[in-house]
């Protein structure tokens, strides 16, 4: 039970972009704006299930 992984999730803000998607507030605007740390642990637990664009079909990652 990682109560600051719980908090850093749930405390994430978003916008509408100019081009009307959905955008994560940046890590330097949720400091400026709402006053909150930087979600570390968040972005290591995004980052685990990124998966990359691959442009050559022939090529898939394990």
């Known amino acids: 039970d990682d109560q600051d992984l719980i908090a850093q999730l749930s405390s994430i ?10 955008q994560i507030v940046s ?4 400091k400026r704006t ?3 740390k930087s979600p570390d ?7 685990a299930f990124y998966e ?8 898939r990652w394990l």
């Open 27 to 30: 890590k330097e605007e949720m």
């Open 34 to 36: 709402y006053h909150l």
């Open 13 to 22: 803000r978003f916008k509408i972009a100019s081009d009307k998607k959905l």
């Open 41 to 47: 642990k968040a972005d290591s637990l995004a980052l």
């Open 52 to 59: 990359p664009k691959i442009n050559n079909p022939q090529i």
